[in-house]
């Protein structure tokens, strides 16, 4: 950065994004004070297993980040699929391309051991709002234990419940408003930045390898990455930590689900609730079924369309940005690219006090249409996996299988994910 004067940037959120900005931010030879600030008391080690496709793990490996540093969970990592609601799995296809599965908290870990000294982090601050942005005046940040802090930018990478979007947004409202903008396009924009849910909740769970060893050592989700597919529901597994867990998410869609009665975003539920959704599926996926206990249930939500990921010397990323449907598991690798992009624009030379809000545009012309394509993507494969896509008839094909007739979908259908 060509400057003398250190640049303040405040990262709001300490998730996968906002740590590997930190990082690519701290690793430059940008002139940047950076501070992160998490809502929780400490980094939260905790949830279930998340993918990364090759690209995105080749990127990591710019700071450090290398193959050694996870032990391969399974020696085959490529995606098998699976028609499952019958009495038997019967497997149609195997993707071509392949996927690094993590635990979450291991990989939290592994950023934030990368975080360098220079990085301040302030734990248990929970944004309530921000105040200026439209001037090189500070913006101050107010947080839920009545403290407040200031930079001079801002990055928003709080997840699908953004308080900087929500901010920024309605930043955005009241210059439309200054310009003249009807009332009904201020409420379309502001209802864009809302998050919405799908009718589709997802029950998730971690399952010790031993357990489902006993019950089969050749159970399909042992050993490689699988999809098991039926109509209105499937089941993701693949194991992670060193292959110790299976990381198990069952999605059920709900299309005739009452927009009244929205599920609440995480609570715990009954295994007698998980298994009522996979009435007649194979034996081997209702035993798997069966060893979920004290499982969450998961309302899944997105944020469909942004207009804009920046205003003014705010910028948003990750899932403040674009929270998709997890159908292509590339969530977190969206994040990840976000942080890059915009690491590398801010350590450009010409990045200054002046032109950082240039570079935020920069940024959103680059990352917004290709982030919203995948989360356009990612509906069209959750879709397809819920065998609900207006053209399944055409889609799907019949093959024979153990004397049993199966709609299976090409290959080029099934393997339309990142890479």
């Not at 971690?206 to 999809?227: D, G, K, N, V």
């Not at 935020?360 to 995948?374: A, G, K, L, M, T």
């Not at 299988?401 to 290959?411: H, K, L, R, T, W």
Request: hydrophobic letters at 35%; proline letters at 4%.
């Amino acid at each position: 950065m060509a400057q003398d004067t250190a640049c303040r940037i405040a990262i709001c959120g300490g998730g996968i994004s906002g740590l590997t900005l930190a990082i690519s931010l701290s690793n430059s030879q940008s002139n940047y004070h950076i501070d992160i600030y998490e809502a929780a008391s400490n980094f939260t080690f905790v949830g279930a297993g998340i993918g990364l496709w090759p690209r995105v793990w080749d990127s990591l490996k710019v700071f450090g980040i290398s193959d050694e540093d996870i032990t391969a969970s399974h020696e085959d990592t490529r995606f098998h699929y699976y028609k499952s609601d019958q009495p038997q799995n019967i497997l149609f296809g195997t993707s071509s391309v392949p996927l690094k599965t993590l635990h979450r908290a291991e990989f939290i870990q592994l950023l934030v051991n990368q975080l360098p000294a220079n990085c301040r982090t302030h734990f248990s601050k929970r944004l309530v709002t921000y105040e200026g942005n439209s001037s090189m005046e500070p913006i101050i940040l107010r947080f839920q234990d009545d403290t407040t802090a200031e930079c001079d930018f801002l990055i928003g990478a709080d997840g699908i419940k953004s308080t900087v979007r929500t901010c920024m947004y309605q930043q955005i409202a009241h210059q439309m408003e200054i310009e003249g903008a009807t009332s009904d396009k201020i409420r379309e924009m502001l209802d864009s930045a809302s998050s919405s849910w799908t009718r589709q909740v997802a029950y998730r769970n971690l399952i010790p390898r031993e357990r489902l060893e006993t019950f089969s050592s050749q159970h399909p989700s042992l050993y490689a990455p699988c999809i098991f597919t039926g109509r209105h529901r499937y089941i993701v597994t693949y194991p992670v930590s060193q292959g110790q867990l299976i990381n198990v998410v069952a999605y059920a869609s709900l299309p005739d689900g009452d927009d009244a009665t929205i599920p609440s975003w995480v609570t715990q539920v009954t295994k007698d609730e998980i298994l009522g959704h996979y009435v007649g599926w194979s034996t081997e996926m209702v035993a798997l079924l069966n060893m979920m206990d004290e499982s969450t249930r998961w309302a899944v939500h997105s944020v469909p369309s942004l207009s804009t990921y920046t205003f003014g010397r705010v910028a948003l990323i990750g899932d403040a940005a674009h929270a998709m449907t997890p159908h292509q598991g590339s969530g977190a690798g969206q994040g990840i690219e976000d942080a890059l992009v915009l690491a590398a624009l801010l350590s450009h030379p010409c990045a200054t006090q002046e032109t950082i809000p240039t570079a935020f545009q920069v940024y959103d012309e680059i990352r917004r249409p290709f982030s919203q394509n995948i989360l356009q993507l990612s509906m069209s494969t959750g879709k397809l996996y819920f065998m609900e896509r207006d053209d399944t008839e055409h889609i799907y094909r019949t093959r024979t299988g153990n004397g049993d007739a199966v709609q299976i979908p090409p290959e080029e259908d099934l393997d339309i994910r990142m890479q």
